[in-house]
């Protein structure tokens, strides 16, 4: 920083720029870090806004906020703000990846297959490519491939640079990927050796060039394919996509253990098909079940992201046509929000410990410690086994718990919660910070 002008000093530029909060973080943007490269010259003030991810939802408020707050001290005439994000150097795993020049890499996955991962991966690729960022799709499903059918991309010619690398397929302004452009409409009929070469290959030795994001549409599953992609790649994030049927729960949480065996976050869930909208009637119906959102965030501990329709414009045909749809443009905003909460914050894991009274974590950075009696914890169970997924009613008995019940195992699970094996065999329950925090008496 420099200051050619002492009338204006730094710190008043600071303090008044301190009034900006981000409502993600809680805290001002100057003690975020976020003011770069200030400059005093005269009546005439400069600075950068750095901000975590380049699509922050955020930008033009904090960038008006910012005009406003300093445009208020006493002898400035002008405020230029440059508004910027952070450039993540990226190491990729393999030499001359074609992954060295993309900044934010977003896995979308699910559980189980109908749940329509690849149409929400689509369009969330879609959406922020329509917002002017440099934006790839990589659909890494090597057995049903979806992005041709979604673009309407059949029989597409790939091509390789010279340093043979291929090159991607552009859509829409998008750029696209698939082992659907190699393969055609011919089925795929390969070992496990032969599909992690596939997937590889998919992943390093595409030209993608300088991208600010690429979306990875991931198998279904929890799989050795899914593994292997989490592990081969540095991810930024992951989104979880189901729908509201408790049959798909389950599969939360195999994708949620998966990611976090990996060190990647989750930054939410997408519930999709939650609901249909008559417009005859107008009438809100939901199809397959109500409150499905609020139990997943409930039990996991995890964002509920956003809850999707069943709609024609994204399930009535191909996307390379289909018009802006506000409830995918709610969805990316708070994907992207919860994508620069984790480039700033990373994974904190609480310290845990146990006995036979109480399960105890703590939080180093925060100085926060909580503390639970065993029984109450285990009382407070929302499993499926414990909790009826449909009616939200209690199944577990209290007088079924013995009183000397303790913990035998617990894991964290990275922002959000901790798995707990319990000494009368009880091992599938999930408990949120949030849940711990509210029986600790502890407020957020």
């Not at 859509?171 to 696209?176: D, E, N, P, R, T």
């Not at 939901?286 to 069943?310: M, Q, T």
Request: aromatic share 6%; glycine share 10%.
């Amino acid at each position: 920083m420099r200051r050619k002008n002492m009338s204006i000093s730094q710190q008043s530029v600071m303090d008044a720029l301190s009034h900006i909060i981000d409502p993600d973080f809680g805290q001002d943007i100057v003690s975020l870090g976020f003011i770069k490269n200030l400059e005093i010259d005269g009546p005439e003030v400069s600075f950068a806004i750095q901000l975590t991810t380049p699509a922050c939802p955020i930008k033009d408020q904090f960038k008006m906020q910012a005009e406003q707050q300093v445009g208020a001290i006493p002898g400035v005439e002008s405020v230029k703000v440059a508004m910027t994000s952070a450039v993540k150097k990226r190491t990729p795993k393999v030499e001359n990846s074609g992954l060295k020049e993309v900044q934010s890499i977003i896995a979308v996955a699910s559980g189980k297959g109908g749940v329509g991962k690849s149409t929400v991966a689509a369009s969330i690729a879609r959406e922020l490519a329509g917002r002017g960022y440099r934006v790839g799709l990589l659909d890494t499903d090597i057995f049903g491939p979806s992005v041709p059918s979604l673009f309407n991309l059949h029989e597409q010619q790939l091509y390789q640079d010279s340093q043979q690398m291929m090159i991607p397929i552009e859509a829409g302004g998008l750029s696209l990927m698939s082992f659907g452009f190699l393969l055609g409409d011919s089925p795929a009929i390969m070992r496990g050796p032969m599909v992690s070469g596939y997937v590889q290959q998919l992943l390093h030795q595409v030209a993608w060039g300088p991208l600010d994001y690429l979306i990875l549409d991931l198998p279904p599953g929890t799989g050795d394919i899914q593994l292997t992609i989490t592990q081969a790649v540095e991810l930024g994030g992951s989104v979880i996509v189901t729908t509201p049927q408790a049959l798909a729960y389950a599969d939360v949480i195999k994708g949620i253990m998966m990611f976090d065996r990996v060190n990647v976050p989750v930054l939410g869930v997408i519930e999709n098909m939650s609901y249909f909208d008559c417009g005859n009637c107008n009438t809100r119906h939901r199809v397959f079940g109500e409150g499905g959102a609020k139990r997943l965030s409930e039990r996991f501990g995890i964002d509920v992201l956003a809850e999707l329709p069943l709609s024609p414009e994204l399930y009535g045909g191909t996307l390379e046509a289909s018009p802006k749809n506000e409830d995918v443009s709610h969805a990316v905003d708070n994907v992207i929000r919860a994508l620069g909460k984790a480039n700033l914050e990373g994974i904190k894991r609480p310290e845990v410990g146990y006995d036979a009274e109480m399960v105890r974590l703590y939080w180093r950075d925060e100085d926060l410690r909580l503390e639970v009696p065993n029984k109450v914890l285990r009382l407070d169970c929302r499993c499926a086994a414990c909790v009826d997924e449909y009616t939200g009613e209690k199944r577990l008995e209290p007088d079924s718990i013995p009183d000397d019940i303790h913990a035998e195992d617990v894991q964290t699970i990275g922002n959000y919660a901790v798995a707990i094996s319990w000494s009368d065999g009880h091992s599938s329950g999930f408990f949120s910070y949030k849940q711990l925090r509210e029986l600790a008496g502890v407020a957020n």
